[in-house]
């Protein structure tokens, strides 16, 4: 016999997806400025970034926040330095650490989106609520920690 409520969570769940991919992620930002929404999260982690400070965001820090591998935060890289967004040097102090600083360039288009996702997040914000918003991750952050301990046990 069906379960009614694993029904409603299936649906529920690729709704998000689409949510997601279409509404805050790939769709809108990639069609209005060229990057993807890991791409955009990363810009975000290393917005502040600069070449002479040891307060810099780690690369090691963007890929377990992104959950992505190595080659994964490789590619990200490589992609987003081909559209001219970040430069990366290798740290003077310390040679095997790499330094990773939005350009100019890297500065418009994050600035540009930020503000889109702002007036975006702040109507639907308005809409549902807040409190709502923050039930949601609390949700959200209980189901992904139950999975991720879920994946390490099945290892």
């Not at 709704?15 to 279409?22: D, E, G, N």
């Not at 060229?34 to 690369?59: C, H, M, P």
């Not at 190595?70 to 310390?94: M, P, T």
Request: glycine share 4%; net charge positive.
């Amino acid at each position: 016999m069906r379960d009614e409520l694993q029904d409603q969570y299936l649906k529920a769940i690729f709704q998000f997806k689409r949510f997601v991919t279409t509404e805050v992620g790939n769709d809108t930002i990639e069609a209005k400025k060229g990057i993807s929404l890991s791409e955009l999260i990363f810009l975000r982690s290393i917005a502040k970034n600069t070449f002479d400070t040891k307060q810099n965001v780690r690369l090691t820090e963007v890929r377990e926040y992104l959950s992505i591998t190595k080659s994964a935060i490789s590619q990200l890289l490589s992609g987003l330095e081909r559209k001219g967004l970040i430069n990366r040097e290798i740290d003077k102090n310390n040679r095997r650490n790499l330094i990773v600083t939005l350009t100019d360039q890297g500065h418009k288009v994050l600035k540009a989106i930020d503000s889109e996702f702002t007036k975006e997040f702040e109507k639907m914000a308005k809409h549902i609520g807040k409190n709502t918003i923050k039930q949601m991750l609390t949700t959200l952050s209980e189901l992904i920690e139950y999975v991720n301990r879920a994946k390490s046990k099945g290892k």
